[in-house]
């Protein structure tokens, strides 16, 4: 398998998930605003989309979109204990968490990188990600280690790639205690340390 990723961006999540898995794998680096990969090949034939991630499978279907990659790199590797089993109830609760990182965590961040976002919109934006914030850090506050109990998931990865940009778009996470012993805590995991050095990030987290 072949990962097309850009650094930090949201291709960090299938990135560690890979690495957590054990898989074997290789790692192309894309430039998302030239479209060109680091091979020089021409980005939008791998993905019309335009963004990251793509998961080249080895038949060389190209698998897009961040939530169905995660799902799909755990669901091979169940001794990675990376998702519940199918159909279970713990596996609906992690497919909300999901969701809820990627409708409203994850599109809420995305304007703030784009050149042509208002500045006045901005910290309507922040306002609406620190509401997400808050609920997580109240979901951190009964002492589990991570999201859905002492198990790391894909949405810990996930998770964990979303707070990271907050440095980047001028919000504090030292607002939330909790979340900043989470992301600690998910720093310190050696096929996340693997991950960010891959991707030259290793001081961004």
């Known amino acids: 398998m072949k990962l097309y990723y850009s650094p930090g961006a949201c291709s960090l999540a299938p990135h560690i998930i890979l690495r957590e898995s054990g898989v074997d794998f290789t790692l192309e680096k894309t430039d998302t605003k030239t479209k060109k990969t680091e091979n020089g090949a021409d980005f939008l034939a791998i993905n019309p989309k335009g963004y990251v991630p793509v998961l080249e499978l080895d038949d060389g279907y190209n698998l897009t979109e961040g939530v ?47 050149p042509t976002t208002p500045d006045d919109y901005k910290p309507l934006l922040r306002e609406k990600i620190a509401a997400r914030f808050d609920l997580l850090e109240q979901r951190l506050s009964d002492g589990r280690a991570y999201l859905t109990g002492a198990g790391f998931t894909i949405a810990d990865a996930y998770f964990f790639t979303l707070a990271n940009w907050a440095q980047f778009v001028g919000i504090d996470l030292a607002k939330w205690p909790n979340i900043g012993r989470f992301m600690q805590r998910v720093a310190a995991r050696p096929a996340v340390q693997a991950a960010l050095e891959a991707e030259g990030l290793k001081k961004a987290a």
Request: proline fraction near 11%; aromatic fraction near 8%.
């Open 68 to 114: 169905v990659i995660q799902k799909y790199l755990a669901d091979r590797a169940p001794e990675a204990k990376l998702v519940p089993p199918p159909n279970s109830r713990e596996r609906l609760k992690l497919e909300e968490l999901l969701l809820f990182l990627s409708t409203e965590i994850h599109k809420a961040f995305s304007p703030l990188f784009a």
